[in-house]
C-alpha cells in the first residue's frame, strides 16, 4: 500500500510539472506568431503579448497549487498524513496539471491566430482577444476545482 | 487534429502570422484607382514610399524612367517570395521553393518573347525577377542559342520539347511568341502542379490545387484560342496535359471550333469560367486581341485567392493565396505606372488593372 504522502507530493509534483509543461506550450506556439507579425506590424506586439503573459500565469496557477500542497504536508516525524488528504492533494495537483497543458494549447493557437489576425486587422484585437480568454478561463475553472481539493486536505 | 494541421500550428505559425502582416499592406482596388489618378510617377512614388514598395522605391531618381519604376515594383514582390522562403520550415519551405521554380518558366518566356523582339540580353536582364532556380550565367548561355528545340533541351524536358514542336524562334511574330510564353508558362504551372498533386496531402493539397489547375485550364484556353488566332491546326499537341474544370470533352469541343469567334462564343458555356469568360467574345471585338485574357486569369486567381485567404487558416494555400495576390498587385502596379508614364487617362489605366 502506497504512503499518503507518496500520493501527496506525486500530486504536487503533477501540479507544478505539468502546468510549467502547459506554459511552455502556450508560450512557444504564440511567441513565434507574435514575433512574426511584429516584423510586419510593430506596433501591435505590445498587444499581443498578452499571450505570453496569460500563458504564463498557468505556470503560477501550478506553483500556488502545489505550494499550498506543500503547506499542508505534515513536517518530518509528525503525524502521518491521512489517506483521504493524500488523495485530495494528488487530484488537486493532476487536475491543475492536466488543465494547464489543455488550455496552454488553447493560449498558444488562440494566441498565435490573434497575432496573425491583428497583424492583418489590427481593429480586430478587442474582438479576437476573447478566444484567448475564454482558453485561460479552463485553467481557472481547474485552477478553483484544485485550491477547494487542497484546502479541504 | 490531422497531423498536418498541428504541423502548420506548431512549427508554421511564424510564416503565417508573417504572410497575413504582408497582406494587410496589399493595395486595394480604390488605392490603385487613385493611383492611376496622379498626373505623374513621381507622385506615384510619393504614395508608395511609405509602405512595403520603400525600400526598393528609394534607391530610385526622380528622372527614372517607368521601365525602372516597374522593376523596383517587381523587385519589391521577389524580396517577398525571398523572405518567406528564408523564414519557412520544412514542408512550407520546400513548398514555397518549387512556387519559386515556376519563375524559371517565366524567364524562358521572356527569354524567348525578347529574342523574337530582336532585344538585347542586356535589355532582357533589366526586366528579369531575381527568382527561380536558374542562374543569369544560365540564362546569359541560353540567349545566345538561336532554335527552341536546343534551349527545350537544355531544360532536359521532352514534353515541353514536344508542345514546342514545329515551331520556330525565328520570325516569330508576336502572337506566336505569346503562344510560345503561354506553353512556356502551362509547363511551369505543370511542375507545381505535379510538386503539390504528389507531395502534399489533406487540406494543403485541397487548397492549392484550385489555384495551380486553374492556372492551368485557363493556359490551355490560352493556347488553343492563340493557336486558332494563327490558323495552327494541331492544337492539342501545345496544350499541358492536365485538366483541372476543363474537361477533355470541352477541350475537343473548343479545338474542333471552326474559327476563333466560334471558340469564343463557346468558353460562355463553361460553367466554372463563365463569370470570366462570358464577355471573352465582346472583349475581342473591342480590342482585337487576345491580351485581355491574361487580365481575366489574374481575375479569376484574385477571386480564388481571396476564398482561400477567408477559409480554413493552417494550410499551405494561404501561403499561395498571398503570393498570388503579391504577384498581382505588383504587375498592377506596374501597368499604373507605366500608364501614367505614357500619359494615358485614369479610365484608359482602370481596365488594365485586376482588382
Known sequence: MVDAIVWASIGISLAVFLSVIGAALGISIAAPAIAAAGTERPEIVSKSLIATILAEALAIYGLVVGLLSIFKLPAAGAAALSSDSGFRLFFGGTIMGVASIAAGFGIGTSGGALASATAEKPELFSRVVVPLILAEALAIYAFVAALLLVLQA | ?355
Open chain 2, 1 to 355: 487534429m490531422p497531423a498536418e494541421t498541428l504541423v502548420h500550428i506548431l512549427r508554421d505559425n511564424y510564416t503565417e502570422a508573417k504572410v497575413r502582416g504582408k497582406k494587410s499592406f496589399l493595395l486595394e482596388r480604390q488605392q490603385l484607382y487613385s493611383l492611376a489618378e496622379f498626373r505623374t510617377q513621381t507622385e506615384i512614388l510619393g504614395f508608395l514610399a511609405d509602405g512595403p514598395y520603400g525600400p526598393e522605391l528609394s534607391k530610385l531618381q526622380e528622372s527614372s524612367s517607368p521601365v525602372e519604376v516597374e522593376r523596383a515594383v517587381r523587385m519589391s514582390f521577389a524580396r517577398s517570395v525571398k523572405n518567406l522562403i528564408s523564414t519557412a520550415k520544412g514542408g512550407v519551405k520546400q513548398f514555397l521553393v518549387e512556387y519559386n521554380r515556376r519563375f524559371d518558366a517565366y524567364d524562358l518566356a521572356a527569354l524567348v518573347l525578347y529574342k523574337s523582339q530582336g532585344k538585347s540580353w542586356e535589355e532582357y536582364l533589366a526586366t528579369r525577377l531575381p527568382l527561380g532556380i536558374m542562374n543569369e550565367k544560365e540564362l546569359h548561355r541560353l540567349y545566345s542559342v538561336e532554335d527552341l528545340e536546343t534551349l527545350t533541351s537544355v531544360v532536359g524536358d521532352e514534353d515541353l520539347a514536344a508542345r514546342l514542336e514545329g515551331i520556330k524562334l525565328e520570325g516569330l511574330t508576336p502572337d506566336k511568341a505569346s503562344l510560345v510564353r503561354d506553353i512556356f508558362n502551362g509547363w511551369g504551372e505543370e511542375r507545381f502542379y505535379g510538386f503539390i498533386s504528389e507531395k502534399l496531402g489533406g487540406r494543403d493539397k485541397k487548397s492549392c490545387l484550385p489555384i495551380v489547375g486553374s492556372s492551368i485550364d485557363l493556359l490551355n484556353l490560352s493556347i488553343m484560342l492563340r493557336s486558332k488566332l494563327i490558323g495552327i491546326s494541331d492544337i492539342q499537341t501545345h496544350l499541358v496535359p492536365i485538366q483541372w474544370k476543363l474537361d477533355r470533352k470541352a477541350i475537343i469541343q473548343l479545338a474542333s471550333s471552326e474559327d476563333l469567334a466560334l471558340a469564343l462564343d463557346r468558353l460562355a458555356g463553361l460553367r466554372y469560367y463563365r463569370k470570366f469568360l462570358s464577355g471573352a467574345r465582346q472583349r475581342y471585338e473591342e480590342t482585337k486581341s487576345l491580351s485581355f485574357l491574361e487580365l481575366f486569369i489574374r481575375m479569376h486567381m484574385l477571386e480564388l485567392s481571396k476564398e482561400i485567404l477567408l477559409g480554413f487558416p493552417y494550410t499551405m494555400g494561404i501561403e499561395l493565396a498571398f503570393l498570388v495576390l503579391k504577384e498581382n498587385e505588383a504587375r498592377n502596379l506596374a501597368a499604373v505606372v507605366s500608364g501614367v508614364g505614357a500619359g494615358l487617362k485614369p479610365e484608359q489605366i482602370r481596365p488594365l488593372v485586376a482588382a
